[in-house]
């Protein structure tokens, strides 16, 4: 059978992808020194899966590779290797290879045979490195089973030669669920047998334990068998059994067995049975036949069915050939059963003489009636049949005799006293059952052979039944609301009652809209462990290259978000988790020295808050040195000499591009990418982040995010004839505009004083380049909106609606542009841009400000300059 | 036909086991670790069991322990998967009462030609 | 507006040049272009647009096309031509365009009429000498003659991804 192994893969990478995360989790987990035997377990299993998975799904890199991890981790699990910080870091490094050989194998990518190969080099010096240490079981097993191959030919004879065999089962070998007869069958199906059965271990009737095994067997094999060969159909008993094999020359015949073989008949099933239909409808009449032929030749016999009468004993006739025919290709039953028949017969009395006289009577009846069929062969299978029935019969009254006689003819396996059997002379060949079942497991086997292929880059999510449940619910609302608005489009007209009607049917539609809408996002959401689950190790490993000592705290790891939206996500939480340790976090002495624990604190922290997820990323390290910052941000040009800013101006500079005041670039975050790319990126998902610090204290920074990347709760407003679209998460308030809370400060710009905020003002049809209605802060309205801990004031002509909008990328077509992120589609079919308001305030900031109630009337024409090249690479943001 | 109880903790090797042996026209129930193979034993009689070693919850020795306590399955061969390096295995695994052992890794056709083997 | 292509010149075109490509023609201030007819999506008329700010006047807008946001191009203004004033054969050309990673983007070309589909071998063409008209040679895969007079067929792949229209494909890192 050719089974397409391949169609497993998907499954075997899913779950091996997940067992690494549980090894890397748990390895991170071990207490150095006092390792907890239930983690190791753990981890060993993980280990042990995947390479038992990828050695039979055929990846052979991977299992071998996998095969020395595994030792290593079994010496640990078992106590004979000590959990050392060199050995969990080394394979913590092994669990990395592997993630990648999986992926590249996953994804049809080339092996990294390099990485792998000074992986594996490391892996072997660590588990050899142990001088004292026995080498290593399983290794040796390895080298057996490549040397086996090779001895096969050695141990294979030049002539005919077989294998004389011993086997005694020992008393409890049953209960393992072996049978004999199974271990005798299988060296049958390889080689011509002869089988002598030795008794003499066998109880009285009275004190034999059905449960256990009495026979030992003496078992001559020809033919040109490997001595592995036959050891190996003994391997699952050898523990259970005194077993010898000798080598035996000669062939089996020659040296008969002191067993009186007369002439070995064997079953002639298929004739048998052919025959046997035949005549099967005459059934009855033969039985009546064959009584009537019985007592007329063999009057004898007569008295032996005193207690009966003939009518029931024809019934019991015809059953017993019935049973007999049906379970020719069902060995085992049939002994069964004619041992069971043969100890009755011999309490009523019946002889072997009567047998014959029995044979011969069926034997002309069954000629009779099967009239020009009854050819010489079909008398010799049935007088065969007959033979052995009765031999098997007579076998159970020797039993009964406290004897089990075994008669060996030709090459009959015997025979567990379990099923209370005598002997068996069923030849295997002629049981077909055994051969026919591959044939049909084919057929079904290619049936259901899936039509994917391998699933290379496919990407799935896992949910959970009961959103899919709700979906269902949900659809299924929608669909009675859609049959009842159906309604309406058959009437003529409509009534006052049925525009009523029809009100609510909208009312509902729009209710089973609306949480189709949210079961559906529910489906893409995932809990943010997904992300969260790589931080131990990275924190891990980033404490034992600073030499400092950090602790990982997380929480809200089932806070939900959408799949897209985590995927982006990571990268970013991962620079600022590297700059919290690498820049926030001080060094153990400097710390003792601040008179803090030696121990800092890394805090990973999510929750919902309104329609957003926040991401709070906190230390309790050093916080953000203002007067560095400051100092840098002027030196690099970023702000005048004479500016004056507040805390978290200073704090946001960090997020601006070009800056850096890495005093050298670090190992850890110097990696050519700055804070400004993390803002980047952050804003770019249409979210924001900001930094919060106490110098001495800490840092904290904070990223919103929306839930979806999907849909956004929406504020349209209007400028000139354009409408836009402000998520509404941003929006806090609108204002007429009082123009006597207009102040212009110079060089900054218009502010509004709002209650005790200054509020920089942006006129939106200037940043945008529009014909706006209202170009003086007379008319128009102010949207207070805030991101990143900024108050902006957006001077637009108008609010329009609020309205969920779905949002539509740019970018797919087109390209990113500064301030919008991203656009939608009205209900009109229009198209309406989405404003990114951080990245407006800073839009507003490169253009030259405008100020006053002046005369810009004209839009501006010039462009902005929006190249991304310009924005240095800096090196980073050194904080402590 | 026979129905078999296949238990591994691997999705990925309960499904090639399954799909081997139905192919070849057998009953398969699967079960992920020890626990919810005794529980799924209890409630039928299978004719053969087939199981992993090392599995979380309950271990595939503790099955075959608990299974050969039970009277329905005091004679039912099962068969333990075990690797190339768990010689240790086998012998417990022989001790609690298993019938034998698959190396792994095998491929569908030892597999079937093994349990064709048992189940005669 | 193809009913064109099966006239009798076009047939002797397509037995000539079985090498050849389609393309579809268009009129742009008395000048035909052409456009290989396998990256043209559809054709429709001139509708509202959304101006998207801070781009150069050649980028109109978007429009929205059954569900995703699609910029157009007004050619007139990217050749640097006198604009006109959208009249009813004004039309828009939905086009697929790869950009260097082949990544495929759509967008609408507005232009004055669309005129014909023309069947153009390999060997018909010329290169485009400098001629000095608006157009920059990179943009112009080459000069055919049809019907003996000259049609301008564009490389709208670097048309559209010149300059302000090059994707940047990633803000990331």
Same mark, same amino acid.
């Given at each position: 059978m050719s089974i397409d192994m391949t169609q497993f893969l998907v499954t075997f990478y899913e779950e091996s992808f997940e067992g690494l995360e549980i090894m890397e989790s748990e390895l991170l987990n071990l207490d150095i020194g006092a390792a907890d035997a239930e983690t190791i377990n753990t981890i060993f299993r993980a280990a042990h899966s995947i390479k038992g998975g990828s050695g039979t799904f055929g990846l052979n890199a991977v299992a071998s590779y996998t095969h020395v991890m595994e030792t290593l981790l079994d010496e640990m699990r078992n106590g004979k290797r000590e959990v050392t910080q060199q050995a969990v870091a080394i394979l913590l490094s092994s669990v990395d290879v592997l993630r990648d050989m999986l992926k590249s194998l996953r994804d049809d990518l080339p092996l990294d045979h390099d990485a792998v190969a000074a992986s594996q080099q490391e892996l072997d010096e660590l588990l050899t490195?142990? $001088?004292?240490?026995?080498?290593p079981s399983s290794d040796s097993d390895l080298h057996h089973a490549e040397i086996e191959p090779e001895l096969e030919p050695e141990l294979?004879?030049? &002539?005919q030669m077989g294998w004389r065999i011993c086997f005694t089962p020992h008393r409890?070998?049953?209960?393992?669920?072996?049978?004999?007869v199974r271990m005798i069958r299988e060296l049958e199906s390889m080689a011509d047998i002869q089988v002598n059965v030795d008794m003499a271990n066998l109880p009285s009737l009275d004190d034999?334990?059905?449960?256990?095994s009495y026979l030992s067997w003496e078992i001559f094999m020809t033919d040109c068998i490997s001595e592995i060969e036959v050891r190996e159909v003994f391997a699952w008993v050898e523990d259970e059994c005194d077993l010898s094999i000798e080598p035996y020359a000669g062939t089996v015949m020659e040296q &008969?067995?002191?067993?009186?073989?007369?002439?070995e008949p064997e079953l002639n099933v298929e004739l048998l049975e052919k025959s046997f239909n035949l005549v099967a409808p005459e059934g009855e009449k033969i039985v009546a036949q064959f009584y009537e032929q019985l007592f007329e030749r =063999?009057?004898?016999?007569?008295?032996?069915?005193?207690?009966?009468?003939t009518e029931k004993q024809q019934v019991k006739l015809l059953a017993a050939l019935k049973l007999v025919i049906g379970n020719l290709r069902n060995p085992e039953t049939l002994i069964k059963t004619l041992t069971e028949l043969g100890v009755r017969h011999q309490a009523y009395g019946i002889e072997a003489a009567h047998y014959e006289a029995v044979a011969e009577t069926l034997l002309s009846v069954l000629q009779e009636f099967a009239g020009d069929a009854w050819t010489d062969d079909v008398k010799t299978a049935w007088s065969d049949a007959l033979t052995i029935i009765a031999t098997v019969m007579l076998d159970a009254y020797q039993a009964d005799d406290e004897?089990?006689?075994?008669?060996?003819?030709?090459?009959q396996p015997a025979v567990s006293p379990v099923q209370k059997?005598?002997?068996?002379?069923? $030849?295997?060949?002629?049981?077909?059952a055994l051969t026919t079942k591959p044939i049909d497991k084919k057929a079904a086997g290619e049936g259901r052979?899936?039509?994917?292929?391998?699933?290379?880059g496919e990407t799935s999510i896992r949910v959970s039944i009961d959103k899919v449940d709700e979906l269902i619910n949900t659809v299924g609302e929608l669909v009675i609301t859609q049959s009842m608005l159906g309604q309406?489009?058959?009437? $003529?007209d409509l009534t006052n009652d049925h525009q009523d009607k029809l009100r609510d049917g909208l009312a509902q539609l729009e209710r089973n809209t609306r949480e189709l809408q949210e079961s559906v996002m529910r489906i893409r959401m995932l809990p943010i462990s997904f992300t969260f689950q790589r931080f131990p190790r990275l924190v891990h490993d980033l404490s034992n290259q600073l030499g400092k000592k950090v602790e990982l705290k997380m929480s809200g790891e089932q806070t939900e978000l959408d799949k897209t939206v985590m995927e982006k996500i990571g990268d970013p939480l991962v620079h600022l988790v590297r700059n919290s340790m690498d820049h926030g976090i001080e060094s153990p002495a400097q710390r003792i020295a601040a008179g803090k624990p030696e121990m800092g604190t890394v805090n990973l922290n999510a929750f919902h808050q309104g329609g957003n997820i926040v991401i709070e990323i906190n230390d309790?390290?050093?916080?953000?040195n203002a007067e560095k910052i400051l100092a840098k941000a002027k030196s690099n040009g970023?702000?005048?000499?004479d500016e004056t800013l507040t805390e978290e101006q200073i704090h946001d500079?960090?997020?601006?591009?070009? =800056?850096?005041?890495?005093?050298q670039v670090s190992d850890? &975050?110097?990696?050519?990418?700055?804070m400004d790319v993390v803002r980047r990126n952050i804003r770019s998902l249409g979210g924001s982040v900001e930094v919060k610090s106490t110098e001495g204290v800490g840092s904290t920074f904070t990223i919103r995010l929306p839930?979806?990347?999907?849909?956004l709760e929406g504020q349209l407003i209007r400028v000139g004839r354009e409408t836009y679209v402000v998520p509404?998460?941003?929006?806090?308030e609108s204002v007429q505009i009082h123009k006597e809370k207009v102040n212009v400060i110079s060089g900054r710009g218009e502010v509004y004083k709002l209650r005790d905020d200054y509020i920089p003002i942006v006129r939106l049809y200037h940043v945008f380049g529009l014909k706006a209605?209202?170009?003086?802060?007379?008319?128009g309205l102010l949207v207070i909106v805030e991101t990143e801990g900024k108050k902006v004031a957006m001077f637009v002509d108008d609010l329009l609606g609020q309205q969920q909008v779905v949002i539509k990328s740019l970018e797919t077509n087109f390209r990113k542009i500064d301030g919008l992120s991203g656009a939608t589609i009205l209900g009109d079919g229009t198209v309406a841009l989405i404003l990114d308001v951080a990245g407006l305030f800073d839009l507003s900031k490169k253009i030259t400000t405008h100020t006053d109630f002046?005369?810009?009337?004209e839009p501006r024409d010039s462009e902005i300059?929006?190249?991304?090249?310009?924005l240095k690479d800096s090196d980073d943001e050194a904080v402590a | 036909m026979a129905t078999i109880l296949a238990v591994d903790d691997s999705a990925s090797m309960r499904q090639m086991v399954s799909f081997t042996l139905k192919g070849a026209g057998y009953e398969v129930v699967e079960a992920s670790d020890g626990k919810d193979a005794l529980d799924k034993a209890k409630g039928q009689k299978f004719d053969l069991v087939i199981s992993d070693v090392?599995?979380?919850?309950?271990?595939g020795i503790t099955l075959i322990k608990e299974l050969r306590a039970l009277t329905e399955y005091k004679f039912i061969p099962l068969l333990m998967l075990t690797t190339e390096s768990g010689d240790d295995k086998k012998v417990q695994g022989k001790t609690a009462g298993a019938t034998g052992w698959i190396v792994k890794p095998f491929n569908p056709d030892q597999l079937l030609a093994t349990i064709n083997k048992v189940l005669g | 507006m193809n009913d064109t292509a099966t006239n009798a010149h076009d047939v002797d075109l397509m037995e000539v040049g079985s090498e050849g490509q389609q393309y579809l023609t268009f009129m742009l201030a008395g000048e035909e272009y052409g456009v290989d007819?396998?990256?043209?999506?559809e054709i429709k008329g001139w509708d509202t647009v959304t101006k998207i700010p801070?781009?150069?006047?050649?980028?109109r807008g978007v429009i929205n096309l059954r569900g995703t946001i699609v910029p157009l191009i007004d050619l007139r203004l990217r050749f640097s031509l006198a604009q006109l004033d959208y009249g009813a054969t004004t039309v828009v050309i939905v086009i697929k365009v790869l950009n260097e990673n082949r990544k495929e983007r759509t967008m609408g070309i507005v232009v004055d009429a669309v005129s014909d589909v023309y069947n153009i071998s390999n060997d018909d063409f010329r290169a485009a000498p400098d001629?000095?008209?608006?157009?920059?040679?990179?943009?112009?895969r080459g000069l055919a003659t049809v019907n003996e007079q000259m049609v301008i067929l564009l490389e709208i792949d670097n048309m559209c991804n010149s300059a302000e229209l090059k994707i940047i494909d990633s803000i990331s890192e």
């Open positions: 490195g142990v $001088e004292h240490g026995e080498s294979e004879p030049e &002539s409890d070998m049953l209960k393992t669920g072996n049978d004999p034999l334990d059905a449960e256990e &008969s067995l002191d067993i009186s073989v007369k002439s =063999f009057p004898q016999v007569k008295p032996l069915f005193a207690n009966t009468t004897v089990i006689a075994v008669q060996q003819t030709a090459v059997t005598a002997s068996t002379l069923v $030849e295997e060949k002629t049981a077909p052979k899936p039509s994917t292929g391998s699933g290379t309406f489009g058959e009437l $003529e309790d390290g050093g916080g953000l970023l702000i005048g000499d500079l960090l997020f601006q591009p070009g =800056f850096s005041t890495a005093d850890v &975050s110097g990696r050519g990418v700055g839930l979806t990347l999907a849909i509404l998460v941003s929006i806090i209605e209202s170009t003086t802060l007379d008319k002046d005369k810009s009337d300059d929006c190249d991304e090249n310009k | 090392n599995m979380p919850i309950m271990d | 007819i396998l990256r043209v999506q801070n781009t150069p006047e050649y980028i001629f000095g008209t608006a157009v920059d040679t990179d943009f112009i």
